[in-house]
Structure formats: C-alpha cells, structure tokens
C-alpha cells in the first residue's frame, strides 16, 4: 500500500543529545514536509523540500536539521540547540497540492 | 508568517444538528483550501478541499469559500459523535508551495 511511514511513534531523549525522525514515502510525491505540533495548537512549518538534494527552512527551523538525498526519504534530526523539543511531529508529502500526513512520532525530552 | 486563524472553540452541537466552522486567512496569494480532521494523538486527514470560490459539497461536508473575503469555512451535516475532533483550516501558497495550518477548532457533537 502506498503511504508515509514514520518512525519511530515514540521516542525518549535526554536533554542533549540528537534525534533522528525517519520519514519514507512510497507515493512518488516530489514535495515533503516536516511539521511540528503543540498541544492545544496548529501545525508549523520546520522544513520542507521541493526535490532531491534541496531544501528550506520554515518558520521554527532553529535547532533541526533535515536531507534529501533520495525522494523517497526525508529525515528530520532534532539537535540539542532545539530548546524545547517535545513535541508531536508530523512528516506530509504532496504531489498536487494535497498534502498527505504520515502517522507521526512523539518526541518526549527527559 | 502566514496567518491562517480559526476560532478555537471548544464548539459543541448536538446529534443531527449542523456544525459551522470558520477560517480566515491574510494571504492574497492563497490558491487552494484544505480541511483536515484530527482525533486525538492523530495524525490530520483531508476530509475537503477547495480551489474556486463557492460551495463544495462531498456528503455530509460542505466547503466554501469566498477569497474576495479572505474566508473559507466548513459545515457539517446531520452532526454525529463520530465527527467530533479537531478541524484544521490549512491554506497553500502556490510560490514555494507551502502549506500553512490554522490552529484548530475543537468540535464536540454530544449524543
């Protein structure tokens, strides 16, 4: 089945260290998005790409960093510079200007 | 920044009853409008969609949409409890094609 797969669903970290969000998607979507959400709020924007081996930041870029060496991949690493890293996040692709959502990963900071 | 803004609520109508949902958004450049649903500690899923000015219908969902207003809004027929959830106004800018989320409204349908 085609679709956005996310891992992992939850992850613990100690404050300090780097994290990995993978994100894979098999609908041949150019576009994919990293998104962040709190509770109680909407979505924002951290960083998306357009095509392979490029990429910009969003509105909350500061202390994340992301790649796109292949379409099919876009990672998001959370970095110890992210002050406040818990949170839901959320990776989308889009092909036509739908924008489909993956299941999520919830990154909790110890 | 983008501005899309939705009333918070909490908005809660009854079983049957007709649900309104608003969102307005500051960017002219605005092209297409989305409706996403989240349950909670879900993920969002497209449930409308608009591009053009006017209504859109899909069952028990109508979108509509009025640029000259900056305004799109979604209503829900015939309220169940299952449609209780979270309703996300979303809006993108086709330069950059960059999709840009409302805060959301929490709806409640009670039985």
């Known amino acids: 089945d085609g679709g956005i797969t996310q891992s992992p669903k939850y992850l613990f970290r100690k404050e300090g260290q780097n994290v990995t969000l993978s994100c894979e998607q098999n609908?041949?979507?150019?576009?994919m998005y990293w998104y962040r959400q709190d509770p109680g709020q909407g979505l924002r924007l951290i960083y998306y790409?357009?095509?392979?081996?490029?990429?910009q930041k969003g509105d909350i870029a500061e202390g994340y960093s992301v790649s796109r060496e292949k379409k099919e991949s876009f990672p998001l690493t959370v970095t110890s510079a992210q002050k406040n890293p818990t949170a839901f996040y959320l990776c989308?692709?889009?092909?036509?200007?739908?924008?489909?959502f993956g299941e999520g990963s919830r990154l909790t900071v110890l | 920044q983008k501005e899309v803004e939705q009333n918070s609520g909490p908005l809660s109508v009854p079983e049957g009853a007709i649900a309104s949902l608003n969102c307005t958004y500051s960017?002219?450049?605005?092209?297409?409008f989305f409706w996403y649903r989240q349950y909670s500690g879900k993920s969002p899923e497209l449930i409308m969609f608009?591009?053009?000015?006017g209504d859109k219908e899909d069952g028990r969902f109508t979108a509509q949409l009025n640029k000259a207003s900056q305004y799109v809004s979604l209503l829900i027929r015939d309220s169940q409890p299952s449609d209780s959830a979270t309703y996300l106004c979303?809006?993108?800018?086709?330069?950059?094609?960059?999709?840009?989320f409302g805060t959301g409204t929490s709806l409640t349908v009670i039985p």
């Open positions: 790409s357009q095509i392979v081996n490029d990429f």
């Open positions: 979303a809006v993108n800018i086709v330069s950059g094609n960059q999709f840009y």
């Open positions: 989308a692709s889009s092909l036509s200007g739908e924008l489909f």
């Open positions: 609908l041949n979507h150019d576009a």
């Open positions: 960017d002219r450049g605005s092209q297409s």
């Open positions: 608009i591009y053009s000015n």
